[in-house]
Each structure stands twice: as C-alpha cells, then as structure tokens.
Nanobody, 127 residues
Framework: QVQLVESGGGLVQAGGSLRLSCAATARTFSNYAMAWFRQAPGKEREFVAAIAWSGASTYSTDSVKGRFTISRDNAKRSVYLQMNSLKPEDTAVYYC????????????????????WGRGTQVTVSS
C-alpha cells in the first residue's frame, strides 16, 4: 500500500479558493490512479475527482465541475485539488486515495477502486 498525507485544508469564505496537496510515498507513484473523496458531517464519503496514472484523463462529480481541478506531478509523487468558488456545501473532510492503475485512461470513481487512503484534511467554507 501507499502512504498518503494530505495538506492545504483550512477555513475560507464562500467564493474563496484552496489548494489541497497529497504527498505519496510510493516509488512507483506513476502506476497509481489517484482520487479525492470527501465526507461531510452526518453524510457518507463521496467521490470528488480522480485522475489517471498519466494525468491524461480526469473525472469529477457534477457538483464540482467547473470549480475544482485535479492534477498530479509524478516526479513529485503528488496529487493536487485546486478548489475555486467554494461554497458552504463543500465543507467536509477531504481524503486522498490511491489505487493501482488498471486502465491507462480510466482511474475509477468508486471507493473500492482505491485501496490506500490518507487521514484527511478539513475544509470549512463559511457563508
């Protein structure tokens, strides 16, 4: 498994931006599809965005399209989530996840597609 450490969370006003980072320990980081999930209080953890091992393909949930961008830097063994135009409903703990790439283009969107998880970073958006 891969060890993942998230950073970049915090408190921001609605309309503001944050950039989350996730650092991985895997030497073969480029073999992993990466994703971000989030869990709001009282709700189940949900998919936010994912990126294929090459970075060529990305997917995101409808509620964040046009506002959030996932990217990766394989040389730095890191994945990022740029979050713009934040809304109070984006408030959640955000988790980074890694899964061995089974496809060159499709990273997966289900929690079962990923078997390594970070501890999460809190994002709070005030109205």
């Amino acid at each position: 498994q891969v060890q993942l450490v998230e950073s970049g969370g915090g408190l921001v006003q609605a309309g503001g931006s944050l950039r989350l980072s996730c650092a991985a320990t895997a030497r073969t980081f480029s073999n992993y599809a990466m994703a971000w999930f989030r869990q709001a209080p009282g709700k189940e953890r949900e998919f936010v965005a994912a990126i294929a091992w090459s970075g060529a393909s990305t997917y995101s949930t409808d509620s964040v399209k046009g506002r959030f961008t996932i990217s990766r830097d394989n040389a730095k063994r890191s994945v990022y989530l740029q979050m713009n135009s934040l809304k109070p409903e984006d408030t959640a703990v955000y988790y980074c996840a890694a899964g061995w790439a089974r496809s060159t283009s499709y990273p997966g969107k289900s929690q079962t597609d990923f078997d390594s998880w970070g501890r999460g970073t809190q994002v709070t958006v005030s109205s």
